[in-house]
């Protein structure tokens, strides 16, 4: 079946650190990927949409200068947390549609876990 | 604004149990609902889809149920065994803008 394969799965860094989480879809191309985060005993929380080759849409709240995304292939989208904090805690999981088809299921990677100190 | 409730919030039962989990959402115009489990430390795998017009889907010892009027899905888990420890979301997607809405999930604890 569909992967997406999400690195790296556990982070931990300094405060003021930049941190890169890559999203690819190995299988399939993806022409939406959606990028979430969860807390603790939490639903995911979706931050932002990524369209390949356009600007991600970004949810109400999610500082768009904060958390950059980048989806510049059909199989890779990056989510970068700038001058992280540790507020910034938290775990990140990237999810990839298949082109096409909006009631196959959005695949999920396994997460990222983000420990800022 | 869109919403997915869920209940209960945690449920633990007894291996070899029934369980329903239940999905309550106010999402429109609706386009699916889909039922998803999350492993603690993994991503959600999908588990079952539902479409307006379908009623009952089964996978497994996994059996959904919509109502599409009343806008309520149910999620049953047949003769539990430990694996089926995690937290269960339904997401339900909005048709046109296909935004999907998750609800909190429901955590189950399957216990020997």
């Known amino acids: 079946g569909a992967v997406v394969s999400q690195h790296p799965s556990w982070v931990i860094c300094k405060s003021g650190t930049s941190v890169k989480i890559e999203c690819r879809s190995l299988?399939?191309?993806?022409?939406?990927m959606f990028w979430y985060r969860q807390f603790p005993k939490q639903s995911l929380m979706l931050m932002a949409t990524s369209n390949e080759g356009s600007k991600a849409t970004y949810e109400q709240g999610v500082e768009k200068d904060k958390f950059l995304i980048n989806h510049a292939s059909l199989t890779l989208s990056t989510l970068t947390v700038t001058s992280a904090h540790p507020e910034d805690s938290s775990f990140y999981i990237c999810?990839?549609?298949?082109?096409?088809?909006?009631?196959?299921?959005?695949?999920f990677g396994d997460g990222t876990r983000l420990s800022i100190l | 604004k869109n919403q997915v409730e869920q209940s209960p919030q945690s449920l633990i039962i007894l291996e070899g149990k029934n369980c329903t989990l239940q999905c309550n959402y106010t999402v429109s115009p609706f386009s699916n609902l889909r039922w998803y489990k999350q492993d603690t430390g993994r991503g959600p795998v999908s588990l079952t889809i539902?479409?307006?017009?379908?009623n009952t889907k089964s996978n497994g010892r996994y059996t959904a149920t919509l109502d599409a009027d009343t806008k309520q899905s149910s999620l049953h888990i047949t003769a539990s065994q430990l694996s089926d420890s995690a937290s269960y979301i339904c997401?339900?997607?909005?048709?046109?803008?296909?935004?999907?809405?998750f609800g909190r999930g429901t955590s189950l604890i399957v216990h020997p």
């Open positions: 539902m479409t307006f017009s379908e």
């Open positions: 997401v339900v997607r909005e048709g046109g803008s296909y935004i999907p809405t």
């Open positions: 299988d399939f191309q993806a022409t939406t």
């Open positions: 999810s990839a549609e298949e082109q096409g088809d909006r009631n196959q299921p959005q695949h």
